[in-house]
């Protein structure tokens, strides 16, 4: 118990920090850059690549083939190679305890061959394949998915708050959570796939938490204890999230050792979504509550 | 101080107590019909239904090929003669149903229905073969009717049946992606064996089709009449209802001429057309060596044969149920698809990796759920707070996964992705709880507790309203693993507001409040 009781939580911290000694400005600044420089990734990869973000084969369609064994590496790749009236495989990367093979779209035949090929010689190996037309079209509707449940969002926030400045916020700050883990995602070149759309979705979710918290507390309480209504309001929601991104971090450790890659992504995105929703709340968000509040009728 | 007396009258925490006793039960593999479920087939420890990706198995998402164009200006019932005409400007078959909500009132005059074109061809090129041919175009869209959705459906499942064998439990459907408006088929083949890598090859070979007739009804012994050969495939209809019968259906095709002439002879030569020995010469046929028909030759029939005034070749097969006429219709097309067919995607896991899934992602849920204790624990330093959380949260995934027992949820890959979204919101929630009944200061009485504990709840159930107002529409799209992802969140959302977060309350302040 006696390290446990020396180690400190994020969440006392919240006592030392002192809004009243930074600016609007300086405040905002920190959320805008980070998110800058999320777009700024995102826009050199459009321009090396034609596209913002690498898609995974559910998305570009293609084949993939995912197993577990003891076979190294440069021999799965060597017997993926040589499948007569099959193409060589794009790629395969080795994984913990195994392999994934990827190959370019493929056509009846040479499907029906690779089929056979793995019924015969890795039969415990899962083989997924979409087909191109497939592909774009589950992209358009995770696309749609995504903006549809933002805007569903958008309207429910506006319907509870009622004002204009503090329920964009909110909204702006969800926008950015969502964003920010999509640049992470292709630093770390991780494709996006089928499985990181729920986890976009979950920011919605995760995100709205911490942010109505500290909205209603400044909005409801007494305009004089401001600065207290954020503290208390920041003490619970830092702990809310640090405590999401502990669980989210643990999953996405052990899903990449279980070679469970939809879990593993999820776990990034909400990771770094939760991360920059910390930064959003409690900077860009009480900067412009503070302004709402307090500056526009000249209170500070 | 706690006050066991108070909270056992508590409905709060009977309310939990309920529901987790329903979800244990739920859980228990107890009182399913045991006939319902294949003896190969593990039952596994819990009632859970686990999806392909968990379970292991193959799953085939294909699409038919084809153009419709709703028009006008001709009476369905010259159908054939619309076929016959706008085929003539293309080169794929040419069919036209009238769908339910096309069909008239009587007296009126029934106009028009929709002209579905099997195979590869342009909205554009179809419209124009339909205006060429001197009918109105009204709309159009990529796809093919209900009826033959049904029939590829019907068709994918007698191929796979007769293949993999009936207790293979593959199961075919057609399903709508509300979002875009496609529709679908969805193969679906549990569990393993060495066919796998051909399930697509099935679906997509034609199976072999044979009319015999009993030349001696003593030993049965059947003459040849005919294969899939001699049958005009493009002929042969879907199951048609009696108009003075009810429930009884018919099939009509017809044969090509070589085979018409076999099928006359052969029936005067065996002793069909003769009234006296009619009933013991039965025409029979057959799908893949096996008897999907037998049946008398029709008095009129067999009059006009022996009379040689038949011609032509066209055939009824009359007295069938619904099922039995599509038996028959699928067969005579050799159990050839009514539309092309393109593989939209394709995925086959086996139950080895299944099984890893499965152990590995409660694995990582449980070790998620110990990282939310520790995170807990080291914020209160208060063992008062930490083990009601952890426990409260543990109550959530086992009502959740009760719940999904009892109504036969899949679970799969989204699910779990669900479950730990349920967990994350569902902690959080609990600790704007003890937050806002403990950071404020002791709590000195029931009625502070009450008051901060609504300040909570109101918080709560804005947080919760917004998620699941994201998720509603998701869950209705069919977006397959997505909308099992928004159900799930959904659900444990309600859950949580509704049943463990309120108890939630009820125990903490028997362990928070000071005096009564």
């Known amino acids: 118990m006696a390290v446990w009781d020396k180690l400190a939580h994020p969440s006392d ?10 600016s609007s400005k300086k405040l905002i600044a920190v959320p805008l850059g980070i998110l800058g420089l999320a777009l700024l990734v995102l826009l050199v990869h459009f321009l090396l690549t034609g596209l913002p973000v690498s898609l995974g084969f559910e998305f570009t369609g293609g084949v993939s083939l995912q197993m577990q064994t003891d076979t190294p590496v440069d021999q799965i790749e060597q017997d993926f190679s040589n499948i007569e009236g099959v193409p060589a495989p794009d790629s395969v990367q080795a994984i913990s305890g195994g392999a994934i093979v990827r190959y370019q779209p493929l056509d009846d035949d040479q499907m029906g061959e690779l089929q056979d090929f793995r019924d015969d010689e890795y039969p415990d190996a899962s083989i997924e394949m979409v087909s191109p037309a497939h592909g774009l079209s589950l ?5 749609g998915a995504v903006l549809f449940a933002f805007l569903l969002m958008t309207f429910v926030v506006f319907a509870f708050f009622r004002t204009f400045v503090p329920s964009m916020a909110i909204v702006a700050s969800a926008a950015s959570d969502m964003i920010v883990p999509i640049g992470v995602m292709t630093l770390l070149g991780i494709d996006v796939t089928l499985g990181t759309i729920p986890a976009i979705l979950l920011i919605i979710g995760y995100s709205i938490d911490s942010d109505i918290l ?8 007494r305009r004089k204890k401001f600065y207290e209504n954020v503290r208390n309001a920041m003490r619970t929601g830092v702990t809310m999230t ?3 991104m502990a669980a989210m971090a643990v999953m996405a450790v052990s899903a990449h050792f279980f070679a469970i890659f939809i879990l593993r992504d999820i776990g990034i995105i909400l990771f770094f979504g939760l991360g920059m ?14 302004w709402h509040v307090l500056d526009r009728r000249g209170l500070r | 101080m706690v006050n066991y007396a108070r909270l056992a009258k508590d409905w709060r925490i009977w309310l939990l107590a309920v529901v987790l006793i329903f979800s244990v039960v739920g859980l228990v593999p107890i009182g399913e019909d045991p006939d319902a479920i294949d003896d190969d087939r593990d039952r596994g420890l819990t009632a859970l239904t686990f999806g392909l990706e968990l379970e292991g198995g193959t799953f085939v998402q294909l699409s038919p090929v084809g153009t419709t164009v709703d028009a006008t200006g001709f009476d369905p019932e010259n159908a054939d003669e619309v076929e016959a005409n706008v085929g003539e400007f293309v080169d794929v078959p040419v069919r036209v149903h009238v769908p339910e909500d096309l069909r008239v009132a009587p007296g009126e005059d029934p106009d028009g229905g929709e002209i579905e074109f099997r195979g590869e061809i342009s909205e554009e090129d179809a419209r124009s073969a339909v205006e060429e041919a001197g009918y109105g175009v009204e709309d159009s869209r990529i796809g093919v009717a209900q009826e033959t959705l049904n029939d590829l459906r019907d068709s994918i499942q007698l191929r796979l049946d007769e293949q993999l064998g009936e207790g293979a439990g593959a199961e075919v459907s057609v399903r709508s992606n509300i979002f875009t408006g496609d529709d679908f088929i969805v193969v679906e083949v549990p569990g393993e064996r060495e066919e796998d890598g051909r399930i697509v090859d099935i679906i997509r070979t034609q199976g072999e089709f044979e009319i015999r007739a009993v030349s001696d009804p003593e030993t049965d012994e059947q003459v040849h009449i005919t294969s899939g050969e001699g049958i005009d495939r493009g002929s042969v209809t879907p199951p048609l209802e009696d108009q003075d019968r009810e429930g009884a259906f018919r099939v009509q095709f017809q044969l090509e001429s070589q085979a018409a ?4 002879d052969t029936m005067i030569e065996i002793g069909a057309t003769d009234p006296a020995t009619r009933p013991d010469h039965p025409p029979v046929m057959y799908f893949n060596n096996e008897e999907v028909f037998r049946g008398e030759l029709n008095p009129t029939l067999a009059n006009s044969i022996a009379e040689s005034t038949w011609e032509g070749g066209g ?15 699928v067969a005579l097309r050799s159990g050839a698809l009514p539309t092309p067919i393109e593989i939209s995607s394709s995925s086959t896991i086996s139950p080895r990796q299944g099984e890893r899934f499965k152990t590995f992602s409660l694995l990582i849920a449980f070790l998620a759920i110990l990282g939310v204790g ?5 914020r209160y330093r208060d063992l008062r707070i930490a083990v009601p959380t952890v426990l409260v949260g543990l109550a959530e995934v086992v009502a959740l996964l009760g719940f999904s027992a009892v109504f036969d949820f899949t679970v799969d890959l989204a699910y779990v992705a669900g479950l730990i979204a349920v967990i994350g919101t569902g902690v959080d929630d609990l600790i704007i709880i003890a937050d806002e009944v403990q950071e404020r200061g002791r709590v000195t009485s029931a009625e502070v507790y009450r008051k901060r504990l609504k300040r909570a709840f109101i918080i709560i159930g804005m947080a919760a309203t917004t998620t699941i107002g994201a998720m509603i529409p998701l869950a209705y799209l069919g977006l397959g693993q997505i909308s099992g992802f928004a159900v799930v969140t959904i659900i444990g959302v309600l859950i949580g507001v509704l049943v463990t977060r309120p108890a939630y309350g009820s125990v903490l302040r028997e362990l928070l409040t000071e005096k009564d």
């Not at chain 1, 992209?139 to 696309?143: A, D, E, T």
């Not at chain 1, 500290?214 to 309480?221: F, I, M, V």
């Open chain 1, 13 to 22: 911290y919240v006592d030392d920090v002192d809004y009243s000694e930074h």
């Open chain 1, 139 to 143: 992209l358009y509707q995770s696309i």
């Open chain 1, 214 to 221: 500290l909205t209603r507390n400044t909005l409801t309480g």
């Open chain 1, 242 to 244: 640090t405590t999401s």
């Open chain 1, 277 to 290: 929703d910390l930064i959003n709340t409690y900077m860009m968000n009480v900067a412009i509550l503070r």
């Open chain 2, 261 to 264: 002439e076999t099928f006359r």
């Open chain 2, 315 to 329: 055939l009824s097969v009359t007295g069938l149920d619904r099922d039995q006429a599509q038996l028959v219709s």
């Open chain 2, 374 to 378: 520790a995170a807990i624990y080291s």
